[in-house]
Each structure stands twice: as C-alpha cells, then as structure tokens.
C-alpha cells in the first residue's frame, strides 16, 4: 500500500520564546503493511515525531527528509501530504463548533477523493462504521468534538481513519484516556482498516496494553529526540516491567 521513510530528521517546535530543539537525528523507514510502535518517557519526542510527519506549521524541519511512497515530501503542506494518503490520529483531538462530524468527514473524503461520495453511499457507511465504534446514532450530527469525552474524541478519529483509508496511519497516543472497553472498541478499528485495506501505522504509545490488540511487527524505543533501541514485540513487554530510566540515563 506504501511506504514511510524517515531520514535523519531533525525538528524544531516553534514557542514565544524562539524555537526549541526536539528532534535529533529520527531513523526510520516503515514498509508496506508494516505496523511500527514507537514508546518513550514524556518530552522524549514521540509527539513532535508525529506533528512534524503531519506537516504541522509549528513543527519546524530543520534536517533530514520525508519520503512517502518515494516522494519527498519535507516541505509538503499538511493538506498535501494528507492527499498523499498520510493520516494523524491526535492525541488531543481539536473542537469545531458549528461544523458537524458528517459535514466534516464528507468534506475531507471529498478533498481526499477529488470528488463527493454518493449521498446515500455515504450516508449507510457513516451508519455502519458508527455501528462498528459502539457511537449513538446522533453522534454524527454533533459539532466536531465539542462536549465529546476523551472517548468519544478517539472514537472520532478511528471513524475518520475508516472512512478516508489512509495509506499512511499515524496514531498519537490514541490509548490515552480510554477504559478497557473504550480500548478495545477502537483498537479493532484500527485492525479493521489495516486489514481491509494493507496500509501502513506508526503507532505511539505509552503503554503495552494497546498492543496486545494492535500487533506491531516492530517496537522502537525514543529517548533524547530519536531512536534509541529497535526490537520485536516482546520490547514493549521488557519497557513495562522495566520502565524508561536506563535510556533517559543513557
């Protein structure tokens, strides 16, 4: 389906006071169909890794490259690059008033798309993909994310990544603030579309539990900026148990 390579990126975020070095020297190419976790401490990184990939203005490029299929794509817009099929699930997901989920959604598909899906096409698979999430059937006709629970927000993202099938799937944190039941729902929606349609997922995370229902092929550990530690699924086990010390030390 495509192709992730990140070649010695270095970033910058933009704040009041100047710009602030965060990421040192990032390596790392994410294959066809591959599904890559990235764990680390708070303020090792992850985040600006996955604003930087998406093109976000505040996230400055300062070395290195992008490639998506190939393509260089460093100096992309957000909204090219999401035409491209790159997509970022946010940790924090903003609030819209006054645009609904469903006139949100159809407009991306249609920007992502070239053309506006079919009415009625569109309407049953908003439908059955809500089903899919466990969301009420009104969910869709309120303002994007406004008064949604953190649940709901994540609930949100996973319904956009469904409905736009990226080729590309950057999901930032998308454990964060969901219970055991909230988890599952959305992680087996990840799992639907990676498995519906072979696209590739850059996964950041925290915590193991995720995995178990995600499976990655391949787990990174992030200290300091980049890459610090590459291994197979059993490294998010020896992470929990061991924690981050030894690399933030390191």
Known sequence: MATLEIRNLHASVETPEGEIPILHGVNLTIGDGEIHAIMGPNGSGKSTTAYALAGHPKYIVTEGQILLDGEDITD???????RAGLFLAMQYPVEVPGVSVTNFLRTAKTAIDGKAPKL????????EVSETLKVDSD??????????????KKR??????????????????????????????????????????????LLITHYSRILQYIKPDYVHVFADGKIVRTGGPELADELEASGYDSYVEA
């Open 76 to 82: 992309a817009t957000a909204d090219e690059r999401a």
């Open 120 to 127: 009625r096409e569109w309407t049953k698979k908003i439908k």
């Open 139 to 152: 969910f869709v006709s309120r303002d994007l994310n406004v008064g949604f629970s953190g649940g709901e």
């Open 156 to 201: 949100t993202e996973v319904l956009q990544m469904e409905l736009l099938e990226p080729k590309v799937a950057i999901l930032d944190e998308t454990d964060s603030g969901l219970d055991v039941d909230a988890l599952r729902v959305v992680s087996e929606g990840v799992v639907d579309v990676h498995e519906r349609t072979g696209n590739s997922i």
